[in-house]
Each structure stands twice: as C-alpha cells, then as structure tokens.
C-alpha cells in the first residue's frame, strides 16, 4: 500500500459525510452501540493522534497515542458523538486533510521511524491509518461496504488479524481470487468472496453469504 492509498480512503470517508444531517447524524452504525456520530468522532480523534504520531516522529520524539490512554479516548468519544452534524463534518474534515498534510511530510527515509502506537513505525502507523479510514467508512451503514474493499487491502487485513484464527485450527478462506491460510491443527474451510471473507474475520457483516462452518474468533490484536 502507499500514501495514495490512504488518501483514496479519506476522500470517500469526507465525500460521505459531505451532506451529513441530523437524523442520519444520529442513526446507528453497523457497530453495536454506536451512532454514526460516535464513528465519526472516534476516526476524527484517531486522526488527531496519529498527526501526533508523525509529527514527533518526524522531530525524532515519542508521544503516546492518547492523553489519558484509552479510558480518555473512550470518553472523548462519548462526549463529542451527540455534537450536531454540521460540527461532526468540520471536525472530521478538519482532522482527516490534517493528517494527510503530515503524512505528506514523510520523506522516504522516515518510514522506520518508531512511534508508540502499537510500538511500531511510521511504515505501520500508515497502514493503520489505512485500515481505519477504511474500515470505520463501512461502520457508518451509509451505502459503503465491504464489498468496495480492493484485493490490496483484503490481503493486508487478513494478514493483520492472523492472531484472530483460534488455537488448534488451520483456517482456510478460499475465494475465486484468492487462498489464505493461517494456523495448525483441524483444518477449517469457508468459501466466499475474498471481501466478504475479510469482512468476516474482521468481524463485520458480510455483503453476500459465505459458506462453511464459522469457529469463534479471537479479539482483534
């Protein structure tokens, strides 16, 4: 993947919101107990922290990811998702065309840089990025889902979630396009589009049917 990628991402994610209103402010997402205005307030927060990310990487610094960890996260999300619309829009638009201009600031030296979300570097915060942008446009239930999701990022999802394959099972998820496995033991094998495959295993709802017997997977890493 590259910067491009992620900005194709935030394109759609910003064209989304663009008409944002207040009912469909707030209407529920795709993920249990959250309105879209809960959404859109975690994905302008993450934005805001990993601008962090960079910039202090970039200054040869580290910085954790939030303020107060992840309780101050969880309340800074509750407080701001009942905003109204027009300040959800601003706030999200505001936070996302921030962090792409950062992003835009990394020279092709820098990607080793650390960074403190996840201990890793500047190569995975823009994975992350990736995947939250993408991911979390789908959790909004406004038209997208994962059926838009490339091959590309398919794969690196999948390969992402491998610690999700329970113990004692080789997982096999079969496509037309594409096989991935993962794990040792009773082979277990679900046939499917390999975006409703990924959808699957990074437990959303599926576009179309998959089939095979579906073992209980393990949290996200």
Same mark, same amino acid.
């Given at each position: 993947?590259?910067?491009?990628?992620?900005?194709? &991402?935030?394109?759609?994610?910003?064209?989304?919101?663009?008409?944002?209103? *207040?009912?469909?402010?707030?209407?529920?997402?795709?993920?249990?107990?959250?309105?879209?205005?809960?959404?859109?307030? #975690?994905?302008?927060?993450?934005?805001?922290?990993?601008?962090?990310?960079?910039?202090?990487?970039?200054?040869?610094?580290?910085? !954790?990811?939030?303020?107060?960890?992840?309780? *101050?996260?969880?309340?800074?999300? *509750?407080?701001?998702?009942?905003?109204?619309?027009?300040?959800?829009?601003?706030?999200?638009?505001?936070?996302?065309?921030?962090?792409?201009?950062?992003?835009?600031?990394?020279?092709?030296?820098?990607?080793?840089?650390?960074?403190? #979300?996840? @201990?890793?570097?500047?190569?995975?915060?823009?994975? &992350?990025?990736?995947?939250?942008?993408?991911?979390?446009?789908?959790?909004?239930?406004?038209?997208?889902?994962?059926?838009?999701?490339?091959?590309?990022?398919?794969? #690196?999802?999948?390969?992402?979630?491998?610690?999700?394959?329970?113990?004692?099972? #080789?997982?096999?998820?079969?496509?037309?396009?594409?096989?991935? !496995? @993962?794990?040792?033991?009773?082979?277990?094998?679900?046939?499917?589009?390999?975006?409703?495959?990924?959808?699957?295993?990074?437990?959303?709802?599926?576009?179309?049917?998959?089939?095979?017997? !579906?073992?209980?997977?393990?949290?996200?890493?």
């Amino acid at each position: 993947m590259a910067l491009t990628d992620v900005r194709a &991402a935030a394109e759609q994610l910003l064209a989304l919101v663009a008409d944002l209103d *207040e009912p469909t402010a707030r209407g529920a997402s795709s993920l249990p107990g959250w309105s879209r205005g809960h959404v859109i307030t #975690h994905i302008a927060y993450f934005s805001e922290a990993m601008t962090r990310q960079v910039d202090e990487a970039l200054q040869g610094r580290l910085i !954790e990811m939030y303020d107060g960890g992840r309780p *101050e996260r969880d309340a800074s999300i *509750e407080a701001g998702a009942d905003r109204s619309a027009a300040d959800l829009r601003a706030h999200l638009t505001a936070a996302v065309t921030t962090l792409l201009s950062s992003w835009d600031k990394v020279s092709p030296t820098d990607w080793p840089l650390p960074i403190l #979300h996840r @201990n890793s570097n500047l190569a995975a915060g823009l994975q &992350a990025t990736w995947r939250e942008l993408t991911i979390h446009t789908t959790d909004l239930d406004l038209g997208v889902t994962p059926a838009s999701w490339s091959s590309s990022f398919c794969l #690196h999802l999948l390969d992402f979630l491998r610690p999700r394959t329970p113990d004692g099972i #080789h997982l096999v998820l079969k496509s037309p396009t594409a096989t991935w !496995e @993962n794990g040792s033991g009773e082979e277990v094998e679900l046939t499917g589009a390999l975006t409703d495959l990924t959808a699957w295993y990074a437990g959303r709802t599926t576009p179309s049917p998959i089939t095979g017997p !579906e073992p209980q997977l393990l949290p996200w890493p």
